[in-house]
């Protein structure tokens, strides 16, 4: 059964940092595209970066450039966000995504809805004032 897990979340103050894992089991990652996905209170989930195996490119938001890196380790099959100078702004529920839709790039896979085939449940970032 393939399953994808969150951690690392928590509160964080403003210009803080924190590193998100993503744990899967039950596939072979080095054939998937990942992603990081967002959703503010009220706001519609946000691709915050992707990287898509296929042709070898990486999205990040334009919120997020700069301060997000996006890795993984498909030996220990596991996905990183390392987030660094956080804001308010960045509070949010980070989701953890994959997805094997060969022949696309990151952008796709962080902006075309449906794109990601697979889904954690979430980890909650708040960051602090």
């Known amino acids: 059964q393939l399953q994808l897990e969150e951690s690392g979340g928590g509160l964080v103050q403003a210009g803080g940092s924190l590193n998100l894992s993503c744990a899967a089991s039950?596939?072979?990652?080095?054939?998937?595209?990942i992603g990081w996905f967002r959703q503010a209170p009220g706001k519609e989930r946000e691709g915050v970066s992707c990287a898509s195996v296929s042709d070898g490119t990486t999205y990040y938001a334009d919120s997020v450039k700069g301060r997000f890196t996006i890795s993984r380790d498909n030996a220990k099959k596991m996905v990183y966000l390392q987030m660094n100078s956080l804001r308010p702004e960045d509070t949010a529920v980070y989701y953890c995504?994959?997805?094997?839709?060969?022949?696309?790039?990151?952008?796709?896979?962080?902006?075309?809805?449906?794109?990601?085939?697979?889904w954690g449940k979430g980890t909650l970032i708040t960051v602090s004032s």
């Open positions: 039950g596939f072979s990652l080095e054939y998937y595209a």
């Open positions: 995504a994959t997805g094997q839709k060969w022949g696309y790039s990151a952008n796709f896979y962080c902006n075309q809805n449906n794109a990601m085939d697979y």
